[in-house]
């Protein structure tokens, strides 16, 4: 199993630009979320899902768009892209919404917005 | 809301030296905690996870962790610090929605 993986690696954007960072699990687990990373903010939730077609905002939603169209992947859409966003993206997924389930997170988008 | 308080940006010891990484959680119903450890430009991993079975958990690596409900406390302890401990430490509490973690702790390991 691949586990989480996150594409890409790096970005850079202007102001103002669209993206879309991707991430897929391979281990048919139903709750997946998205968290970015700051110097000493630790992982704030942005958005997640139990499910597929489910989403539903999490602790720093604005800005940010999601969609779970299958059970495997779950993109983070920034629709205008601002230097407040610059931060380390990662995908996290467990097996349902369950506590008690660790979750299994991806290696990471360093997203720099100029 | 869940939360988790992680006192201490910043902790530095001596190779072969106790580590102690404090972590105090506020809940309004009982816990599920974990700690998580980050690798220089890596995701994170999973050290160990309180579920209520047991209040002195072990995980990997060498690691513990007791649960403290008269504390609200759930301390991440190794007895002796090795050079590859170096890293970040999340500690984080668990609800059927989210996973809110704490602001981390540098761990630096001195020869």
């Known amino acids: 199993n691949a586990g989480v993986t996150q594409t890409p690696k790096f970005q850079v954007l202007k102001t103002g630009q669209s993206m879309t960072l991707q991430c897929a699990q391979d281990?048919?687990?139903?709750?997946m979320s998205w968290y970015r990373q700051d110097p000493g903010m630790g992982l704030r939730l942005i958005h997640y899902?139990?499910?597929?077609?489910?989403?539903d905002q999490g602790e720093v939603p604005n800005g940010y768009n999601v969609s779970r169209s299958t059970t495997e992947d779950f993109p983070l859409r920034l629709l205008s892209a601002a230097p407040s966003q610059t931060s380390v993206y990662f995908c996290?997924?467990?097996?349902?919404?369950?506590?008690?389930?660790?979750?299994?997170f991806g290696p990471g988008t360093r997203l720099t917005v100029l | 809301a869940q939360s988790v308080t992680q006192l201490g940006s910043h902790v530095s010891v001596s190779e072969g030296a106790l580590v102690l990484l404090r972590c105090n959680y506020s809940?309004?119903?009982?816990?599920?905690l974990f700690w998580y450890v980050q690798y220089p430009n890596q995701g994170l991993q999973l050290l160990l996870k309180?579920?209520?079975?047991?209040?002195l958990v072990k995980g990997i690596n060498g690691f513990e962790a007791e649960f403290k409900k008269s504390e609200t406390s759930f301390h991440l302890t190794k007895p002796s610090a090795h050079m590859s401990d170096a890293a970040e430490y999340f500690c984080?509490?668990?609800?059927?929605?989210?996973?809110?973690f704490g602001a981390g702790t540098r761990l630096t390991v001195k020869p």
């Open positions: 281990m048919n687990h139903e709750y």
């Open positions: 809940s309004s119903v009982p816990p599920y």
């Open positions: 899902s139990v499910g597929a077609g489910i989403t």
């Open positions: 996290a997924s467990r097996p349902d919404r369950a506590a008690y389930n660790e979750q299994f």
């Open positions: 309180y579920t209520s079975a047991a209040t």
């Open positions: 984080a509490v668990s609800d059927n929605n989210d996973m809110r």
